[in-house]
């Protein structure tokens, strides 16, 4: 029987997902399918209650469950260190039995991205996130400790005192600090990466997540949205000659890994990285 695997969030329209992880089973030889799935926010927990008796053996979780579905795990089934600490779950296994495990793969595929497509080293830098959801809490609690100092800035003061809370549990809450949008431009001057981790520039009509003014000789930027080959944010990055990417690798490298987790099988990074580019030149 075909094994069946999917991606759920609202919306998932965009997702580049599928044409890695299907072009990873056919390279492999496995009998599998990965399928969208749109759930409403109100749908999600009846949604996981049912996933095993629907024949589904592993799921990505994308915007805006990343966080509802941790808590949800949390409460009924099982949940690795890293999902834990980061607070986020993006990738589920499910077992034989019905039985869910919640893993993070998006902050080490994060650093990963970071280090090798950007050349950032994260450590003993300064570091400012835009936005506090699930994405963000994923790299925040990945990096740990290693920035000197890690600024973050979200309209909603729900998730960033949650954030901030969280961080202390295992950190030293002193490295992160909470930024009003009056003191961006102060914080954001002495930071040498800007993380854009809020969903603003999936669409073409976005406006920028951050006045271009405030991009400063020095900076490096790093936008979390994957669905475009160039994000307006990258392209006034790259005008300025600031090195910039988009999070197309932190979506290779977090699937290379939950890819690993469900088929216990060494991914093949190359051709899901191939699959990914050629998705996304058909989309634009």
């Given at each position: ?6 991606i ?10 599928p ?8 390279e ?41 579905a ?59 996130v ?85 991009l ?52 093949p ?16």
């Amino acid at each position: 029987m075909k094994l069946k695997y999917g991606i759920i969030g609202h919306p998932v329209r965009h997702s580049l997902s599928p044409a890695m992880q299907n072009a990873a089973f056919r390279e492999l030889g496995i009998d599998a399918e990965y399928l969208l799935y749109d759930v409403e926010p109100e749908r999600l927990e009846s949604f996981l209650k049912v996933a095993a008796s629907r024949q589904i053996s592993g799921l990505n979780v994308t915007i805006p469950h990343k966080i509802k579905a941790k808590e949800y795990l949390e409460r009924k089934d099982s949940l690795d260190a890293n999902a834990e600490r980061c607070g986020a779950v993006n990738t589920i296994n499910i077992a034989g039995d019905g039985s869910l495990r919640g893993y993070n793969t998006d902050g080490p595929g994060f650093y990963r991205s970071l280090v090798e497509d950007l050349k950032f080293e994260p450590e003993g830098k300064k570091i400012f996130v835009l936005g506090a959801g699930g994405a963000s809490h994923a790299a925040i609690m990945y990096l740990g400790n290693s920035p000197k100092k890690i600024f973050v800035s979200d309209i909603d003061k729900s998730k960033t005192d949650g954030l901030k809370k969280h961080y202390g549990e295992y950190f030293d809450e002193n490295r992160l600090e909470i930024v009003g949008s009056k003191d961006i431009g102060e914080k954001l001057e002495e930071s040498e990466l800007l993380v854009n981790a809020t969903p603003i520039g999936m669409e073409e009509s976005d406006p920028l997540p951050i006045d271009a003014t405030l991009l400063h000789p020095g900076l490096s930027v790093y936008d979390l949205v994957y669905n475009r080959a160039f994000t307006e944010l990258v392209r006034r990055a790259n005008a300025l000659k600031l090195h910039a990417v988009t999070g197309l690798g932190m979506l290779l490298y977090q699937g290379a890994i939950a890819f690993e987790i469900w088929t216990g099988a060494k991914a093949p990074v190359n051709v899901m990285r191939k699959a990914l580019k050629e998705a996304l030149k058909g989309q634009s």
